[in-house]
């Protein structure tokens, strides 16, 4: 079974329903934990974040009435999304995930070398995404309350996430909008947050060439999908008993997930940086070692055969190379 190739089907599915889906007249809605930006005109489904931080920027008193259970509605929807779908919302449906994925492509056929990360660099940065969370949740909080002894803060900083993220810019780009690509001066909040913008949908395409998947190494939407990791229904699982730590997982994992090959002992692979894309399972050699599972229920194994029917009729060295460049 090729998974990737199955994989990229609903990728481009995913990526086609929700950037075009309106014109169709498809509405999934605007509750989704992915990137599907809800600034892209006819989209049939959007990202929750935007909806999320105007709700948050209302004075506390509020949340005890009708704004309090909307919030608390919006919240269960993307939270039995998450549970259900776990990081596959990252690895299978993120529109804005596929176009990285695109890109890496576009750099393998044009035979670009792929950077990696030292191991330490990696350790330090990747609280970043955690701290982009908690500021999209502090500062609406701080536009409708004063915190901290500090005054109430602009209603420039409306949704400052969306504000800066580079899916703003970009995603409407691929509907022929182009009305996203400005810095806004009527305000300070506003120039710094559009300026982000830009500069991050510069990031986007020069390190697209450099690393695969870099920016989802800082996205906050995976951080919030962490936080279901562990009770998620689905779930990559490790018998470190069957694993010879050849390498073949964390140099295949387009996020540069050591503990995947490393780990000996926690079954429940599901790490921070995962976007449960199952490359891993694909290039495991070993019977059983790795398993993809939903509701603890066998979906995908590694197995020594479907290994080396994958890899036959390769070369040695394009089954090296295609380990390396995740294609």
């Known amino acids: 079974m090729n998974v990737q190739r199955i994989r990229l089907i609903v990728q481009f599915i995913s990526f086609v329903v929700l950037t075009y889906g309106g014109l169709f007249y498809i509405d999934m809605g605007n509750r989704m934990p992915t990137f599907s930006c809800a600034f892209v005109d006819d989209n049939g489904g959007s990202c929750f974040l935007v909806g999320f931080q105007h709700m948050l920027a209302r004075p506390f008193s509020e949340f005890w009435g009708d704004a309090g259970i909307r919030l608390l509605k919006v919240l269960g929807v993307v939270s039995l999304w998450a549970i259900v779908l776990n990081k596959a919302w990252c690895g299978w449906i993120c529109p804005f995930g596929f176009v990285q994925d695109l890109l890496t492509k576009l750099r393998n056929l044009i035979s670009i070398d792929m950077s990696r990360f030292a191991w330490m660099t990696r350790t330090r940065y990747k ?163 790795l398993q993809i599972r939903f509701l603890n229920m066998p979906v995908y194994t590694a197995t020594e055969k479907g290994f080396l029917q994958r890899q ?13 460049k995740h294609d």
């Open 312 to 324: 036959s009729g390769s070369s040695k060295e394009q089954v090296e190379s295609e380990i390396t």
């Open 127 to 289: 609280s970043v995404k955690y701290i982009l969370l908690a500021l999209l949740i502090l500062i609406p909080l701080g536009i409708g309350n004063a915190m901290l002894g500090m005054p109430k803060l602009s209603r420039d900083w409306s949704a400052p996430f969306c504000q800066m993220c580079p899916a703003r810019v970009l995603m409407p780009i691929l509907n022929g909008d182009f009305s996203e690509i400005y810095i806004d001066f009527s305000s300070g909040p506003g120039m710094f947050l559009t300026t982000a913008a830009i500069v991050l949908s510069g990031l986007f395409f020069t390190t697209a060439f450099v690393k695969r998947r870099f920016l989802c190494s800082y996205c906050p939407m995976l951080a919030l999908l962490s936080l279901f990791d562990k009770i998620g229904f689905t779930t990559l699982r490790k018998d470190g008993q069957r694993c010879t730590r050849c390498g073949n997982c964390s140099r295949a994992c387009p996020m540069e997930i050591r503990e995947i090959e490393e780990e000996k002992t926690m079954s429940n692979l599901v790490t921070q940086d995962c976007i449960l894309c199952m490359r891993c399972v694909d290039v495991c050699p070993e019977d059983e070692a």
